[in-house]
């Protein structure tokens, strides 16, 4: 990632010394240093917010009940990781996680369910972890919602029905994948 990083910044620079647009580039890096400055406390403050109503859920006892209602529909995704305790309750930990919309909250458990899922040697489970993750069905996608009233939006959760059809949709389309990708193995 690092070389692709750097290769994008020195095509940059070339590109901008071939055009000729050395001075329109210089302030297009300054502007976006300035945005980032201002962004950066925005999504810090949501980040923070969402973090303590994760704490609130969990002292209340809602997120057990949520991993309770979690524990079926995960055991049979991670029949193995089912079969581990420790591997199980940090799977519920990060789907719930993940179907609040607090991906950054979700990310301590989902390191501890692939950890667990690798000790148990269940490598197709672990790829179903990363498209459970990556897909990430949102039942409230707080996260980009609380960027977009930081921003101004109006309505920052209109984007909520969106968010559920494309997360299911990508969802299934990454399940399948690995449904014919393991089935090809075999």
């Known amino acids: 990632m690092n070389l692709a990083i750097i290769t994008i ?20 890096v300054m502007e976006g ?30 997120a057990d009940v949520l991993a309770r209602l979690l524990r079926r529909p995960l055991s049979l995704l991670f029949p193995k990781g089912a079969g581990d305790g420790e591997t199980l309750s940090a799977l519920t930990e990060n789907a719930g996680a993940n179907l ?22 269940a490598g197709a489970e672990l790829n179903t972890l990363v498209v459970l993750n990556t897909a990430s069905i949102q039942l409230l996608p707080t996260t980009a919602a609380s960027l977009r009233a930081s921003l101004g939006s109006v309505s920052p959760f209109d984007i909520t029905p969106a968010v559920w059809l494309t997360s299911v949709f990508s969802l299934l389309a990454g399940l399948m994948a690995i449904r014919l990708l393991n089935g090809s193995r075999t």
């Open 9 to 28: 910044y020195l095509l940059s620079i070339l590109s901008a010394l071939l055009t000729g647009k050395t001075t329109a580039a210089g302030n297009a």
């Open 100 to 121: 609040l919309g607090l991906g950054n909250a979700a990310t301590p458990a989902g390191i501890r369910a692939a950890k667990g899922l690798v000790r148990i040697r």
């Open 33 to 62: 240093v300035q945005e980032a400055l201002l962004f950066a406390p925005r999504l810090c403050a949501a980040l923070c917010l969402w973090s303590a109503v994760t704490e609130l859920l969990e002292r209340g006892g809602a």
